[in-house]
C-alpha cells in the first residue's frame, strides 16, 4: 500500500517531468484544450437548440375565433368534433366572457382601454378555441380543415402561426450538430490520444535509467507507474482550467441572451451557473478518461516492469 | 540461504542454465567464474526474480522464487542489492543523492535517509564525496557509490555482477576490498566475474560455470578455466 510519504513523491517526480519536458507538455495540454472546447461548443449548441425547438415548438398552437354570439352548445359540439381528431392533442376553450375579463386584467392599467371596455354595452370578444396539434406536420392539416366549409358558418377566423420553418431549420442545425459535431469531436479525441500518448512515452525514454533503478531498488510498480498517471493527471487539470475560463463569458452573456430571447419569461441564467460547474465536471471526467487511458496503453507498451 | 534445484532457464530454446544444483549459505562469500555467457549474470537475475525460470526450483530463506507474486518481488528486492559493471548511477544526481534515491523509492522518511546515507558513505569510504557528481569520481568510487545504494536497505544479501569489468586494476582491488568488507560484517555476497587474479586473491568458495553447467566447486578455490 502507499503510504503518504511515497505519494507526496510521486506526485512531486510526476510535476518534475512536467516541468522538463515543458514544451511537450504544454503542446499535450493544447491539444486537450481543443478538444474539450469543441466538446463543450458541441455540447452547448445541443443543448441550446434542442431547448430552442422545445421552447418554440411549445408556442405553436392555432386559435379558432367564432363568431360573435353563437350558441355554447354548438361551440361544444365543434370542441368535440375537434378533440376526436387523432391529430389533435389538445384542445382550450376560452369562453367569450373569459377572454373579455382577461383582456381587461391584461390592460387594467391602461385607461384608455378601460374607460372604452366600460362604454361598450356588449362583450365585443370572440369565443376561442386553442388547438394543439400531436405532431409539428399535423398543423397545417388541422387549420385547414378548421377552414373548411364545413365550419364556415360558426367560425370567424383561424390563426395558425406557422413557425414549421424556424422549427425545422433549427432541427437542421440540430442534426449537423450531431454528425459534423461528433465526426470532428473524434477526430480530436484521436489526436489527443495520439498525442498524450507520444508524450508519456518520450517522457518513459527520458527517465529510462532512472525506472530501471527503481525497479533494481525495490520500488514498488505503482511508485514507479504514478508519477506518468500524476503528469498525465495534469494535462486533465490545465485544459479543464482553460476550458473553463473560455467559455465563462459563453455562460454569462451567450446563454442569457439565447434562452431571453426565445422564452423572455423564463429566465435560465440561475439555472447556468449550476450548468456550468456541471460542464466542468464532465470536461474533467472527459479528459482523466482520455489522458489516463493513453498514459496507460504508454506504460503497458513501453514501461518495463 | 539460497538453494537451486536443477534450475534451467531457456533464451529461445537454448539453454542458459542447464541442471544447475547450488546451495550458499548465510554469510558466504561466493565467487561465480566463467567466461562471458557461461550464465553468470543470468543466474544473478534469476535470484532477484527479473528472469523466470523454465524448470526446477530456487528457494530463498526457503521460500519458492515461482511463487512470489509480481506485486511482492519489489519487496524481495529490498532484501537483495545489486551492483553491476555498468555501475548505473544517475549522473545528474551526487553520491548522496544516488544512495537516497534508492531510500526515497521504497518510502523512506526524509529524517532517516539524512541519517542514514551519511553512514553507508562513510561504510564505503566516500563520506568526502558525498557531494560530488557521478563525472566527478573515479569509476572504483563511482563502483563504491553503487554498492553504498545496494547497501542502502541493509539486504542480507549482495549479488554483484563484474562490479571490476571496467575498472583498472587499483580500483577493482578497492572495490573488492569493499565486498569482503561488507561480507565480513555479516553479508552473503556472491560475486560472478571472469577476472582471475581477485578470485585467486579472495581464497573463499569458487563455483565455475561452463555452458551453463557448474563443472567445478571448491571451498578455498582457484580460477581454472
Known amino acids: 500500500m502507499l503510504d503518504s510519504i511515497s505519494f507526496l513523491r510521486i506526485i512531486k517526480t510526476g510535476i518534475t517531468n512536467f516541468v522538463r519536458n515543458l514544451w511537450l507538455s504544454m503542446a499535450a495540454t493544447m491539444v486537450m484544450t481543443i478538444t474539450l472546447v469543441i466538446f463543450s461548443t458541441l455540447f452547448l449548441l445541443f443543448v441550446l437548440t434542442s431547448y430552442s425547438i422545445n421552447t418554440i415548438q411549445n408556442t405553436v398552437d392555432i ?94 377566423k383561424v390563426n395558425f402561426e406557422d413557425n414549421r420553418l424556424i422549427i425545422e431549420r433549427l432541427n437542421k442545425v440540430l442534426n449537423f450538430i450531431i454528425t459534423f459535431g461528433l465526426a470532428l469531436f473524434a477526430v480530436f479525441v484521436l489526436i489527443a490520444v495520439l498525442v498524450i500518448y507520444n508524450t508519456i512515452t518520450l517522457t518513459i525514454y527520458n527517465r529510462k535509467e532512472e525506472v530501471e533503478i527503481m525497479r533494481l531498488v525495490g520500488a514498488t510498480n505503482w511508485y514507479i507507474r504514478g508519477p506518468f498517471l500524476t503528469e498525465s493527471m495534469m494535462y486533465s487539470i490545465f485544459s479543464t482550467i482553460i476550458t473553463g475560463l473560455l467559455f465563462i463569458p459563453v455562460f454569462t452573456k451567450v446563454i442569457p441572451a439565447v434562452t431571453n430571447y426565445v422564452s423572455p419569461d ?11 460547474a456541471y460542464l466542468l465536471l464532465i470536461l474533467f471526467g472527459l479528459s482523466v478518461v482520455l489522458s489516463v487511458s493513453s498514459t496507460l496503453f504508454a506504460i503497458r507498451k513501453y514501461l518495463k516492469i | 540461504m539460497i538453494k537451486f534445484e536443477n534450475v534451467i532457464k531457456k533464451y529461445n530454446h537454448q539453454r542458459a542454465l542447464d541442471g544447475i544444483n547450488l546451495q550458499v549459505h548465510r554469510g558466504e562469500f561466493v565467487s561465480l567464474v566463467g567466461l562471458s555467457g557461461a550464465g553468470k549474470s543470468t543466474l544473478l537475475k534469476l535470484i532477484i526474480g527479473e528472469e523466470i525460470i523454465d524448470g526446477g526450483k530456487i528457494f530463498i530463506d526457503d521460500i519458492d522464487i515461482a511463487q512470489v507474486k509480481k ?28 544512495v537516497a534515491f534508492a531510500m526515497e523509492v521504497c518510502g523512506h522518511r526524509l529524517d532517516k535517509i539524512k541519517i542514514e546515507v551519511p553512514k553507508i558513505l562513510d561504510l564505503v569510504g566516500l563520506l568526502h564525496k558525498q557531494n560530488s557528481f557521478p563525472n566527478e569520481m573515479s569509476g572504483g568510487e563511482k563502483q563504491r557509490v553503487a554498492i553504498a545504494r ?17 575498472l583498472d586494476e587499483v580500483n577493482a582491488a578497492e572495490v573488492l576490498d569493499l565486498l569482503m568488507k561488507i561480507n565480513q560484517l555479516g553479508t552473503t555476497v556472491i ?12 581464497k573463499k568458495r569458487v563455483i565455475t560455470i561452463e555452458g551453463g553447467k557448474i563443472t567445478i566447486e571448491q571451498q578455498k578455490g582457484k580460477y581454472k578455466l
Request: glycine share 2%; proline share 5%; hydrophobic share 40%.
Open chain 2, 71 to 98: 506485486t511482492d518481488l519489489p519487496y524481495l528486492r529490498r532484501k537483495i542489492g545489486m551492483v553491476f559493471q555498468d555501475i548505473k548511477l544517475l549522473p545528474r544526481r551526487t553520491a548522496f543523492e544516488n
Open chain 1, 266 to 276: 423564463v429566465s435560465l441564467y440561475n439555472n447556468s451557473v449550476f450548468n456550468y
Open chain 2, 191 to 202: 560475486l560472478a566475474t571472469h577476472a582471475s587474479d581477485l578470485v585467486n586473491k579472495i
Open chain 1, 63 to 156: 386559435s379558432v375565433y367564432f363568431k360573435i354570439g353563437l350558441a355554447e352548445e354548438q361551440i361544444n359540439t365543434i370542441k368535440n368534433e375537434v378533440s376526436q381528431d387523432p391529430k389533435v392533442k389538445e384542445v382550450t376553450y376560452v369562453s367569450a366572457s373569459q377572454a373579455f375579463d382577461e383582456f381587461k386584467a391584461k390592460h387594467e392599467n391602461d385607461e384608455l382601454i378601460t374607460q372604452s371596455l366600460n362604454e361598450l354595452n356588449e362583450n365585443p370578444l370572440p369565443a376561442t378555441l386553442h388547438i394543439k396539434a400531436s405532431e409539428l406536420e399535423d398543423y397545417p392539416v388541422v387549420a385547414e380543415k378548421m377552414q373548411s366549409e364545413q365550419y364556415a358558418d360558426f367560425i370567424d
Open chain 2, 150 to 166: 545496494a547497501l542502502s536497505h541493509r539486504p542480507v544479501l549482495l549479488l554483484a555482477d563484474e562490479p571490476t569489468g571496467n
